[in-house]
């Protein structure tokens, strides 16, 4: 039987699965090194560290961690310059559109569980039409604890209306299939996503990888 017999939901990671958020996160860490006289660094830079946020940006823009003195004051700038550019270059990967309308079409609901705080999750989902058909948007301060921990999927699970053993998470992180694993669901790696920098994908132990957003459909049994 296949590990994913008895789906009846598919729930998402955001950045780095459904969209390549990249350009705009790694812009907006390049805004305050030019702010502060330092020249721009390559997105290739910036790309495998964007599923870890602010942390991740900051870490490859200056080369601090939290607990270093400057590290709060940088992070609420960082915010406020990403917030103005949040769907500058942000764009879904390719034939995540397509995923999504199949996944519809098979009376298969989806929704997002993200680590991103909601007042950078709202307003990009109001922009992108993609997201109009989503079940459920979980953000990463919508319960009291964000991922590894399964709070967040199983507040998905509950607002669809099913079982989390039900649900299948695809997510870029390991952090996604820690708590995909917590929460009782299968989990799908997308290995196209972010993975961050030296990832042993295969620790990860997930129930499947996938190259490409439509491999998902193969794993799902969906044409």
Known sequence: MSAFAGVRAVLFDLDGTLIDSAPDLGGAANALRESRGLPPLPLTSYRAHCGSGARGMLRVAFGIEPGHESFEELKQQFFAEYQTRLTLST?????????????SEAGLPWGVV???SERFTAPLMQAMPL??????????????????????LLEAARRIGLPSTSCVYVGDDQRDMQAGRAAGMRTVAALYGYLGQGADVAAWEADAMISSPLDLLKCLGLP
């Open 91 to 103: 764009q879904a990967f390719e034939a995540v559109d397509r995923l999504l309308n199949v996944l």
């Open 114 to 116: 993200t680590n991103k």
């Open 131 to 152: 997201f109009e058909g989503a079940a459920t948007v979980i953000s990463g301060d919508t319960t009291p604890h964000a991922k590894p921990h399964p709070a967040p």
